[in-house]
Nanobody, 116 residues
Framework: QVQVAESGGGLVQPGGSLRLSCTASLTFFNIYAMGWYRQAPGKQRELVATITSGGSTYYADSVKGRFTISRDNGKNTVYLQMNSLKPEDTAVYYC??????????WGQGTQVTVSS
């Protein structure tokens, strides 16, 4: 049973920073593409950032320049460094590990709230 677990969410003031972590119990973590998604109340889940097995990254326009995704294959962990947070970044953030349609795993999510 693959487990994907996010941590690091919380309440932060506008302009602040948070770092999310996601650890996956995958034997071959290094060959999985990893991604962060988020879902705000009343909205669809949206892609935030992804990182391939080779280290290539992609960011949604809304977070480009503020968020950084990285991975540590030795720790089976992917990170999302979030800087200059805005109220519109408030959402539940989900981690995804994907190798194929059949090998596609999600975490339970971690709440990020940006508010003064």
């Amino acid at each position: 049973q693959v487990q994907v677990a996010e941590s690091g969410g919380g309440l932060v003031q506008p302009g602040g920073s948070l770092r999310l972590s996601c650890t996956a119990s995958l034997t071959f973590f290094n060959i999985y593409a990893m991604g962060w998604y988020r879902q705000a109340p009343g909205k669809q889940r949206e892609l935030v950032a992804t990182i391939t097995s080779g280290g290539s990254t992609y960011y949604a326009d809304s977070v480009k320049g503020r968020f950084t995704i990285s991975r540590d294959n030795g720790k089976n962990t992917v990170y999302l460094q979030m800087n200059s947070l805005k109220p519109e970044d408030t959402a539940v953030y989900y981690c995804n590990a994907r190798r194929s349609i059949a090998l596609d795993y999600w975490g339970q999510g971690t709440q990020v709230t940006v508010s003064s």
